[in-house]
């Protein structure tokens, strides 16, 4: 974590290479509207507030979230001046993401079962099926 005063800007370089991004990427989330940097001449210049909305972005995207709902959190955070609404929208989503995760672990669940019973059939009938002798396998 950096130890900048909160007055601090960044270049894209900068937020790229904290983030691990490249600049290419911070450019697009840019085009998406989910970063709005200042312009100094034809150079970007990003704020803690872009820095912030770049951490959350990210963790949403591990979350598994939309670029649509991490937006709308983000946006609802800006519409409030607060993040009680934020928050609570975000309670939601993470219940909607859980309940759909868990679905998920349910139906991947039932098929490694099938796929252990079709094993099972498989090895047994191979055990019952006599190996077809050399020289007949030439014909």
């Known amino acids: 974590m950096s130890s900048r005063p909160p007055s601090t800007t960044y270049t ?3 937020l790229a290479k904290e983030f691990a991004l490249t ?7 840019e085009d998406e509207g989910l970063l709005a940097p200042l312009r100094s001449g034809r150079h970007r210049v990003y704020g803690e507030r872009d820095r912030v ?8 995207k591990r979350l598994g979230l939309s670029l649509s709902e991490i937006r709308e959190l983000l946006d609802l955070y800006d519409a409030t ?3 009680r609404p934020q928050l609570v929208k975000f309670l939601e989503v ?6 759909m995760l868990e679905q998920q672990r ?4 039932f ?8 094993e099972r059939q498989c090895r047994k009938r191979l055990r019952n099926t006599p190996a077809k002798p050399a020289n007949l396998a030439d014909d």
């Open 12 to 14: 894209i370089s900068d």
């Open 23 to 29: 600049t290419r990427a911070i450019r697009f989330y």
């Open 53 to 60: 909305r770049i951490k959350l972005l990210l963790r949403g």
């Open 81 to 83: 001046g607060g993040e």
């Open 94 to 99: 993470l219940a909607a993401r859980r309940a």
């Open 106 to 109: 349910e139906d991947i669940s």
């Open 111 to 118: 098929v490694l079962d099938e796929i252990d019973a079709l």
